[in-house]
C-alpha cells in the first residue's frame, strides 16, 4: 500500500506571536486507514477528547457503525461503539473517565440517541433516547463539570422545526425537551457547551437570509434567558453552522464567550463579555482569498484561541473535496487578533475535509480531518496535535526565520525557478507527485534560489517541501504543463 506523502509524517512547525503565549503546531499523524464511506460528523460536534494527549479518544463512522478510537500511550486501538441503520453526525463528549457519544439513527422515522462508557470503549450502556421518535437532525453533546450532560438537536417536520435542549443527571433526564428556538422560525444546526450550571447554546435559523441566534441558562438548562429580538448580528446574511467556546482571564475577571460560524464563504468571529447579551461586530478570521465553511472553534484560559474550517479555492465546487485543505487560525491574546492563515495544511492530491478543532487540556489541542485515498480506496482519519504554552519570550521571532517561497512561472512546462525570502544552507526539496510519491529530490541548495527542470516529469499537480536542518521550512505546490 502506497503511502499518503511519507515526509509529512515528520513534520514539525514552531509558530509563535509576539502576543502573549507561544503555539507549536507539531507532527502529523495517521490516526486509520477506514472504508471509503467512514464519515466525520461536520457541523458544531466535538470529534476528540480525553484527559491529556497520551489518553484520548476520536470519533467517526459509517451508515451501520460508530467507531471509538482509543489512543493510549501513542497507540490506537479502534472499539465499535454502535451498530445500527442509517447513522449520521455521530459525536462525544467527555467527563472525568467517562465517554459520551451522541448520533442520529433513521430517516423520516429518526431519534437522536446516546450511550456511554466508563472502561474506554471496552463495554457500554443501554442505549439512552434522547428526543421523540421523528424527523430531527444534528445532535450536539456537552458534558459539563458538574456531571450534567446537556443535549441540543433540531426537528424538521411541516410543522415543527425547532432547536431543543434536554440535560441528563444521574440516569434521568432532569425534565422535558425545551425548545430554545423562534416559534416562526427554522431553527437549525445548533451547538452547545456548559460551563457547570452555565449553559450556552447557538443555533442557524432560517428561512433566507439565514441568522446565527443565541441563548443562555445558568440554571443547569432548567430556564432560559429571554429570546433576544434579534439575531447576534443583523450585518452578515446568509449566516450557518455556529460552534461555541468559553474562557474566563482571571487576572481582569472577565468571561469570554467565543462564537464562530460561516456565511457568504468566509469564517467570522463574534465575542461577548456578557454571556451574550451584547456581541462584538463579526470579524473576519478566514483566508479572503479562498472560500471557507465548517468554523470549530476551542479557548483556554490563558488567551489562546483556534479556529479550524475547511477551505476550497473560489469557484471550486463544493462537492469536489480534492479541492479542499485544512485552515486553521488561531489568537494568543483572547482573540484581539489572529494569525493569518496559519501554516496547517495536508497539501496532498486527496484533498482534506471536514477538519475539525478539538481540546484535550489547558495547553494541548488536536486539529482533525479526512482525505479520500481513491488510488486505494481509503479514508484516511489524520491529526495534528497544537500545544500552547503561555512562556513568552522564548523563539518569539522564530516564525520570521521560515522562508517564503515564491516559483514562477507557475504553471510552468521546460522549467521554473524557486526563489525564497531568506537565504538557504544545505537545504533539500522533495516534489511529490498527486499519488504521495517522490518525483524529484535536490539536495544542498545554498543561496535564494533553484531552478527546477522538467526532464521526465509528466503534467500535473506537484507538492514542493523545502527541508532544512531536517525540519520542513517552507511548502508550496506548482503544475506542469505540455
Not at 118 to 143: F, L, Q
Not at 228 to 243: F, G, H, M, V
Not at 257 to 281: C, E, H, K, M, P
Amino acid at each position: 500500500m502506497k503511502k499518503l506523502l511519507p515526509s509529512i509524517f515528520m513534520l514539525t512547525v514552531l509558530l509563535a506571536t509576539t502576543a502573549k503565549g507561544q503555539v507549536l503546531i507539531d507532527t502529523l499523524s495517521l490516526v486509520s486507514n477506514e472504508k471509503i464511506n467512514t464519515k466525520f460528523c461536520f457541523n458544531n460536534t466535538k470529534l476528540i477528547a480525553g484527559n491529556n494527549i497520551s489518553d484520548r479518544y476520536i470519533i467517526y463512522y459509517n451508515a451501520d457503525t460508530i467507531f471509538l478510537n482509543v489512543n493510549q500511550s501513542g497507540i490506537w486501538t479502534r472499539k465499535t461503539a454502535y451498530t445500527g441503520n442509517n447513522i449520521q453526525s455521530a459525536t462525544l463528549s467527555f467527563y472525568k473517565d467517562t465517554i459520551w457519544i451522541c448520533w442520529k439513527e433513521g430517516v423520516e422515522s429518526a431519534q437522536i440517541k446516546a450511550r456511554y462508557t466508563a472502561d474506554k470503549g471496552n463495554s457500554w450502556s443501554s442505549i439512552v433516547p434522547v428526543s421523540p421518535v421523528g424527523k430531527v437532525a444534528a445532535p450536539s453533546i456537552y458534558a459539563a463539570s458538574n456531571g450534567k450532560i446537556h443535549f441540543v438537536w433540531s426537528t424538521a417536520s411541516l410543522t415543527d422545526t425547532t432547536v431543543y435542549h434536554n440535560v441528563y443527571h444521574n440516569g434521568t433526564f432532569l425534565l422535558s425537551p425545551n425548545p430554545l428556538s423562534n416559534p416562526t422560525g427554522q431553527g437549525q444546526w445548533p451547538s452547545v457547551i456548559a460551563v457547570g450550571d452555565t449553559v450556552l447554546c447557538a443555533w442557524k435559523e432560517g428561512p433566507l437570509p439565514t441568522k446565527v441566534w443565541f441563548r443562555s441558562s445558568f440554571d443547569g438548562g432548567q430556564s432560559w434567558n429571554s429570546l433576544s429580538a434579534n439575531p447576534t448580528t443583523t450585518l452578515l446574511s446568509l449566516s450557518k453552522d455556529p460552534n461555541l467556546a468559553y474562557a474566563y482571564d482571571s487576572i481582569t475577571n472577565t468571561h469570554y464567550v467565543y462564537l464562530a460560524y460561516d456565511g457568504q464563504n468566509l469564517i467570522y468571529l463574534q465575542r461577548s463579555t456578557d454571556f451574550g447579551n451584547n456581541w462584538s461586530i463579526p470579524d473576519t478570521i478566514s483566508n479572503l482569498n479562498k472560500w471557507s465553511q465548517f468554523a470549530h472553534i476551542e479557548s483556554n484560559n490563558n488567551g489562546f484561541v483556534g479556529i479550524s474550517y475547511e477551505q476550497r479555492p473560489i469557484g471550486s465546487s463544493l462537492f469536489d473535496d480534492t479541492k479542499k485543505d485544512v485552515g486553521f487560525t488561531y489568537s494568543t491574546n483572547w482573540g484581539n487578533s489572529f494569525s493569518i492563515d496559519t501554516l496547517a495544511y495536508t497539501y496532498n492530491g486527496f484533498g482534506s475535509a471536514y477538519p475539525a478543532f478539538n481540546k484535550i487540556d489547558e495547553n494541548n489541542f488536536y486539529l482533525a480531518w479526512l482525505t479520500k485515498d481513491t488510488i486505494n480506496n481509503k479514508i484516511n482519519v489524520l491529526e495534528r496535535l497544537i500545544h500552547f504554552s503561555s512562556t513568552t519570550g522564548i523563539n518569539t521571532y522564530e516564525q520570521t526565520l521560515n522562508p517564503q517561497i515564491h516559483i514562477f512561472p507557475n504553471p510552468f512546462s521546460t522549467h521554473a525557478v524557486l526563489q525564497t525570502s531568506n537565504k538557504l544552507n544545505n537545504a533539500t526539496l522533495y516534489l511529490y507527485n498527486s499519488s504521495g510519491q517522490i518525483a524529484t529530490k535536490i539536495e544542498n541548495i545554498n543561496g535564494q534560489a533553484v531552478i527546477l527542470l522538467r526532464d521526465n516529469l509528466t503534467s500535473g499537480l506537484y507538492f514542493v517541501f523545502l527541508t532544512q536542518d531536517e525540519k520542513v521550512i517552507a511548502t508550496d505546490k506548482l503544475i506542469i504543463t505540455d
